[in-house]
Nanobody, 123 residues
Framework: VQLQASGGGVVQAGGSLRLSCAAS????????MGWFRRAPGKDREFVAS????????YYADSVKGRFTISRDNAKNTVYLQMNSLKPEDTAVYYC?????????????????WGQGTLVTVSS
C-alpha cells in the first residue's frame, strides 16, 4: 500500500492542524493505521493509532486529550486532528499501515510508511 501524508505547516502555539494520510494500492480497511513523529535530534516516537476496525484508538501520553485519530474507509484516509499544539510537537509526522493490526505503538510492527509531513509550532 502507498501512503501519502499531508497537512503539515507552521502554526502558533495553541493552534490546530489536521494531518491526512491517503492510502492506495490495497484494501485500506484491512489495515491498522498509526502516526509517528521524529523531532529534530530525537528518535522516532509513537503518536496515535487506530485499529483496523476503527473501534479502538491509542495515544501517547504526551498527546492524549489534544490529538484525535480517525479514519474514513470510503476515502482511504486516516486523519490526525491536532489541537492545543505546543512547540514540543514540532516534528516530521509519518503515517504507517499495519495489515490487520491492532494499532501497535511499536514502529517495527508496521508494514508500510508514508514520506512524512513537517509540523512546526512556534512559541
Amino acid at each position: 500500500v502507498q501512503l501519502q501524508a499531508s497537512g503539515g505547516g507552521v502554526v502558533q502555539a495553541g493552534g490546530s492542524l489536521r494531518l491526512s494520510c491517503a492510502a492506495s494500492g490495497r484494501t485500506f480497511g484491512n489495515y491498522a493505521m498509526g502516526w509517528f513523529r521524529r523531532a529534530p535530534g530525537k528518535d522516532r516516537e509513537f503518536v496515535a493509532s487506530i485499529h483496523w476496525t476503527g473501534r479502538y484508538t491509542y495515544y501517547a501520553d504526551s498527546v492524549k486529550g489534544r490529538f484525535t485519530i480517525s479514519r474514513d474507509n470510503a476515502k482511504n484516509t486516516v486523519y490526525l486532528q491536532m489541537n492545543s499544539l505546543k512547540p514540543e510537537d514540532t516534528a516530521v509526522y509519518y503515517c504507517a499501515a499495519q495489515h490487520y493490526g491492532m494499532g501497535s505503538t511499536r514502529a517495527s510492527a508496521y508494514d508500510y510508511w508514508g514520506q512524512g509531513t513537517l509540523v512546526t509550532v512556534s512559541s
